[in-house]
């Protein structure tokens, strides 16, 4: 349930539909579902795998497997994927805060798109505003670790996470049945094989990674605490799914909605902030719904900034036990959520650092990272030990086995490979 709420996040309601919207919509759905398929699963097992086998954080665990420092770029690689997502990720975490207060006082009551873009535009510009916003979900997720209440907010997300779930599913039936709104699903889900250019697989591969949370050891150090007796396969596969059917959720709310208010789908990274106040206005309910959606977001939000920094801090407390100056947990978390303000106020001075942390991370870093690892996996942990996931994990079925282990070989490494060879133009 933790990585499952590591995975579900912004990058479904806000980055996936904003991306979609950006790469032509169908031909951007297809591409992103392929990625799902070839590099989702196999890539969450392989990260649990490691972090499973090892019991060490990201920082440790190739050492650990590997019995030397060959393989430690891949934990530097991962740490630093994790901040500069913490970076941008916060400021938008933000907004999403920022949002939900005004819902609270009703400040969209009657405004129209073009208002709702203003709006959108004043809010994020006000500086000391967002800074307020940007801060408090970073010191939220910093309290959580600090309490270690980690096991009592995953298990209220167990009940809300299904209800956002319910809440978006109402929101759809909504917005299909306003005017217009059949053109924003024929934008979804008619596949243009003409739109399929370099640009848009890249960026449907880098959103799989993002919003899988794959690729930068969050699922490695989630692994680690995993019981022996808990299976890989099924985990991930259920993470897969939800995480799936709620970016495909979004897509079916926003699209719809935004040609049904004669809105641009590449509007960019303010697409779901401008249109889904609109949808609350034209719901019964209004108030009730926007209030109960953006709390349910910011939730959905913080289990994955929490993720994140967990992710960072069992790295600094793995990276220095052996030192003379090991960091216990507390002091992890103050020293990364320092570090992690440091890069929000980055983040939020400069948006061409906002949009370099965004792309950077997820179409390049990220994949490199999944790279690293099932390169590690495929050619020097199954090697070393061939029966690892059949002896530690009962009920995978062998030739399940042997599929993975292909996967992991050649597929997913060849596949990365010639995706990026492929868009060296737009990199
Ligand atoms: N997967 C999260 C989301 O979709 C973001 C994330 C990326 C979280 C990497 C942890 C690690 O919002």
Known sequence: MAAAGSAIGLGNIWKFPYIAGENGGGAFLIVYLICVLLFGMPLIMTEFLIGKRSGRSAYGAFRELNGNNRWQWLSWLCILTSLLIMGFYFVVTGWCFNYLAEAFINVFNGLDMQALTDHFGQVTSNMPR?????????????????????????????????????????????????????????????????????????EAMGQCFFSLSIGMGTLVTYGSYMPKTQKITSSSLQIVILDTLVAILAGVIIFPAVFAFGFNPAEGP??????????????????????????????????STISLM????????????ETKHPLNRRKSVIIISAIVMVLVIFCLWSATGFTIFDKATACVMMPLGALGMSLFVGWRLTKKEPKIITEKDKGIKNW????????????????????????????
Not at 310 to 321: G, H, I, K
């Open 130 to 202: 967002m800074l307020l916003f940007s801060f408090i979900p970073v010191l939220l997720t910093a309290a959580v670790l600090w309490f270690d209440v980690n096991k009592g907010i995953e298990r209220l997300s167990k009940v809300l996470m299904p209800l956002l779930l319910v809440i978006m599913f109402i929101m759809a039936g909504r917005v299909l049945t306003l005017d217009g709104s059949k053109t924003g699903l024929q934008f979804f889900f008619h596949t243009d094989f003409s739109k399929i250019t370099p640009r848009v697989i890249i």
């Open 270 to 303: 303010q697409l779901v902030f401008v249109v889904l106040p609109a949808i609350f206005e034209q719901m019964g309910w209004a108030w009730f719904f926007s209030v109960l959606f953006f709390t349910l977001l910011c939730i959905a939000a913080l289990t």
């Open 310 to 321: 967990e992710m960072s801090v069992a790295f600094l407390c793995d990276a220095t036990a």
């Open 400 to 427: 399940l086995w042997k599929v993975y282990v292909f996967l992991v070989r050649f597929i997913i490494p060849g596949a990365i490979v010639i995706i990026f060879l492929n868009s060296l133009e737009v990199l």
